[in-house]
């Protein structure tokens, strides 16, 4: 029912031309939701979730089931697998290492970005065995506007090194994955840049929209924990770029779970990754007799209203879009709140609103984009 507001292990292989051949280029975009990963022959998504390995392994593992062992031995469940691990009221997820500034320097995030890494690298999946791309690589990333000073160094250091690790997906043998990265072949750039470049670059890193840049272009991502906004001014110079962590994704789940506490008496006390579990029926129960409280209107109420509230205060940042001519939407939070943003903007004059590609593709357009962006820079 509402599980498309939620990631689950997305394994895509694809087919691109790219004209660098002695580099493997990729972008990689770790968000607060997914791990995307663009590369010329794997564009796949995963949960940005992982859980340290018990004694009572899964008894039933998909084919898109991902384990990470690192050095020393341990093991993690990552993406879907994890979220399948966690039982009701678990805390295995600490939100505060997923959704704070300080989630770089976890060995969750260490994990999340080696997983990246090893899809990068992984091409179409012969039966019974991998096929590894072996070249040297470089990775374009990106990071919120309002974190990109203060943090980029801190994330290039957790890229760089040399990487030693295993991946095992579903029941296929366990891969030893090994990536040395220098500083000179990781590069970061705003996130919501990276949307930008999916619009006016293709994966061949050559020019193909430059009329957008002749516009000035609002950028707004809207992801699970941050909504951030990039400002083009035809192309020349760069305007005002923002960040909000209190209206995204998150902020719906929470006031949602809030909602679920106060109807249940205070009995129902959900998390945020406890809710997810949920989606699929939109209804979760609570007490000894498992009382069922359907949540869906609660949510879809709350969806809306955190979205109102962010355009009143961009209205407010932007002058009424006085100087903007375009606002492109991306983020899987920025396809969900497609329809209420035309709804708030149907009477603004001379003002343009797209998706950065289809429902699909714009959830997915930064990382797009970083790929593109890499492309051209290494031509």
């Not at 859980?51 to 031995?73: F, M, N, T």
Request: proline fraction near 3%; hydrophobic fraction near 35%.
């Amino acid at each position: 029912m509402l599980e498309k507001f939620c990631y689950q292990t997305q394994i895509v292989f694809q087919q691109l031309e790219c004209p660098v051949s002695e580099t493997l280029l990729c972008g990689i975009d770790i968000g607060y939701s997914g791990i995307k990963i663009q590369s010329p022959f794997n564009a796949s998504t995963i949960p940005s979730i992982v859980v340290k390995e018990r004694h009572d392994a899964p008894l039933l593992v998909g084919s898109e089931d991902i384990r990470y062992r690192d050095e020393k031995g341990r093991v993690w469940y990552v993406g879907s697998l994890a979220k399948k691990t966690l039982l009701h009221g678990s805390t295995a997820v600490k939100p505060t290492m997923l959704l704070g500034r300080q989630r770089v320097q976890s060995e969750d995030f260490l994990v999340q970005l080696r997983v990246g890494l090893f899809f990068s690298k992984l091409k179409d999946l012969p039966e019974g065995g991998y096929d590894i791309d072996d070249r040297p690589i470089k990775v374009q990333t990106g990071l919120p506007p309002e974190f990109i000073v203060q943090d980029s160094e801190e994330l290039r250091n957790k890229f760089v090194g040399e990487h030693r690790y295993s991946v095992k997906v579903g029941k296929r043998p366990w891969v030893n994955v090994r990536i040395k990265l220098d500083t000179k072949d990781v590069f970061i750039c705003k996130q919501p840049f990276g949307t930008l470049m999916a619009s006016v670059i293709n994966s061949d890193g050559v020019m193909t929209n430059p009329a957008l840049l002749k516009k000035n272009v609002l950028i707004l991502d809207a992801g699970f924990h941050t909504t951030d906004t990039f400002h083009c001014i035809q192309g020349t110079r760069e305007g005002i770029a923002l960040t909000w962590e209190n209206y995204a994704m998150q902020e719906v789940y929470q006031r949602t779970c809030d909602n679920i506490l106060e109807a249940s008496g205070n009995r129902a006390d959900i998390s945020v990754y406890s809710l997810e579990k949920a989606f699929e029926t939109g209804v979760v129960h609570y007490g000894s007799k498992k009382i069922p409280y359907d949540f869906t209107k609660d949510f879809y109420r709350n969806l809306k209203a955190v979205c109102v509230e962010l355009l009143d205060e961009l209205n407010t940042a932007y002058n009424s879009m006085m100087n903007v001519d375009v606002i492109l939407l991306t983020g899987g939070t920025g396809v969900a709140w497609e329809k209420y943003i035309r709804e708030y903007y149907k009477e603004t004059q001379a003002l343009d609103i797209s998706l950065a590609g289809d429902a699909k593709t714009a959830s997915r357009a930064n990382v797009t984009g970083y790929y593109n962006l890499l492309v051209s820079r290494s031509r």
